[in-house]
């Protein structure tokens, strides 16, 4: 192949990677909600991403009764994916009850255990001493819904329920200190 050919060739790739990246400039990125959402029982589309409303979801907890998303509706809530082989989850756990501790009733954490048996997840709750809502997602269809990519994973709600951050890995106290702050002085 001759020298002009060859930047004849060159040429045409970069003239299609910029026609390519025109058209993907001009239509824009979809939202991740938009294909990653799902429609909740009442056929209201939900996704869990930022600005959005948390999916519903009723499960077990540890002390026994079920407990629903919906319960927490009024407190800035705190949605904590775990499980006991987890060691940032260890750390995050006492972060989250001193967290707990500083904001008598008005904060709810609603802590996920993620396929652990009621007596694994009852010894750790006696062993750290918490006394916040431990829940039991024993299949996985919750941290499913939520997208759980591994753990921990956080999730900070306004009181509407509504979705203000997402934390993937282990969160520290002072950033859910600060989401409360800015969620508390909104309200």
Known sequence: MSTLNRLLHLLAAFLSLGAALAILTAAGLPKRGDY????D??????????DSQ????????????????EQARGA???INFWATWCQPCRRE???????YDSYPGRLRILAVNLGESLQVVRDWV??????????????????????????????????????HRIYYGAVSQEHLKGDFNYLGAKA
């Open 93 to 99: 756990m006492r972060d989250l009850q001193m967290l």
């Open 36 to 39: 990653s959402g799902f429609r």
């Open 126 to 163: 006696s062993q750290l001493g918490l006394t916040y809502d431990i829940l039991l997602d024993g299949q996985g269809a919750v941290a499913a819904r939520y997208q759980v990519r591994g753990l921990p994973t956080t999730l900070v709600l306004d009181s509407n329920l509504v979705i």
């Open 41 to 50: 029982h009442f056929g209201l589309f939900r996704a869990p991403e930022l």
């Open 76 to 78: 800035i809530t705190i």
């Open 54 to 69: 948390a999916p519903a979801f009723t499960l077990s907890t540890a002390s026994g009764p079920a407990l629903t998303l």
